[in-house]
């Protein structure tokens, strides 16, 4: 039986159940649903590359920056990485939402996404909305995460079939390898975790595109041939 770094290691993807307490989680999933009460926040009127408009999303959110900081080393032992945080984001899902096929940009590089709750409205048995991973369902339970190379692993969710009143609460949490070519992401380019966006280096994401993109366009680069050591 493979580590979970063993898996994660030849797979580029590791299924972590129980990541954080049933109890933990419905904490996460009562606090977005009154934060999307008090706050709500429409991904579609904040990005004009939404992927889920019309449903309540926040970058940053303190208590999900404060999830992305207790799961680290939860992250670091399963992936065998040394790690830095970069950001966290959360999404309360409404009925026939779905997510498009897509990679993520360089600060994902390490990702991942824990189920904080849900409520499905519907007659089918056993009903549960999955996240694909790479052509690779997966049902998860209040407390469980997926974590996955970011920009290399495509993910989706198909549309969410569950009835009227039905939502699901999903955190995705960033890192960067602290040792490999995207550290230069760590905090997203904000001064510490738990920093709002309008704290980020504003030339930091194209800086890190374009990295990415040399980085594609050759296969194998990695830092160490930045470096002539001998
Ligand atoms: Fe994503």
Same mark, same amino acid.
């Given at each position: 039986m493979p580590t979970k770094a063993e898996f994660f290691a030849k797979n580029k993807y590791v299924v972590y159940e129980k990541a954080i307490s049933a109890e933990?989680?419905?904490l996460?999933? *009562?606090?977005?649903?009154? %934060?999307?009460?008090?706050?709500?926040?429409d991904e579609g009127t904040m990005a004009n590359n939404a992927q889920v408009?019309?449903?309540?999303?926040?970058?940053? %959110?303190?208590?999900? #920056?404060?999830?992305?900081?207790?799961?680290?080393?939860?992250?670091e032992e399963s992936t065998g990485l040394s790690l830095y945080p970069t950001y966290s984001y959360y999404r309360l899902y409404k009925p026939g939402d779905d997510l498009l096929p897509h990679? %993520?940009?360089p600060a994902c590089e390490i990702s991942l996404t824990i189920n904080l709750g849900y409520s499905y409205n519907t007659n089918i048995k056993d009903y549960s909305w999955d996240i694909w991973v790479e052509g690779k369902s997966f049902r998860t339970e209040p407390g469980d995460m997926i974590i996955y190379r970011g920009l290399e692993m495509n993910h989706w969710r198909e549309p969410f !079939?569950?009835?009227?009143?039905?939502? *699901?609460? *999903?955190a995705f949490l960033h890192?960067?390898?602290?040792?490999?070519?995207? !550290?230069?992401?760590?905090?997203?380019?904000?001064?510490?975790?738990?920093?709002?966006?309008?704290f980020?280096?504003?030339?930091? %994401?194209?800086?890190? #595109?374009?990295?990415?993109a040399s980085?594609?366009?050759?296969?194998?680069?990695?830092?160490?041939?930045l470096y002539v050591t001998r």
């Open positions: 933990v989680a419905r996460g999933a *009562q606090y977005a649903i009154f %934060d999307a009460l008090q706050d709500w926040k408009p019309g449903s309540h999303s926040k970058y940053a %959110d303190p208590f999900m #920056e404060s999830l992305e900081l207790l799961l680290l080393p939860k992250v990679t %993520d940009r !079939a569950a009835g009227r009143g039905s939502w *699901q609460v *999903q890192y960067v390898d602290a040792n490999g070519p995207y !550290a230069m992401c760590k905090f997203d380019g904000r001064p510490s975790l738990g920093y709002p966006a309008n980020k280096q504003p030339q930091l %994401d194209s800086l890190a #595109e374009n990295l990415a980085n594609f366009s050759k296969p194998n680069l990695s830092n160490s041939i």
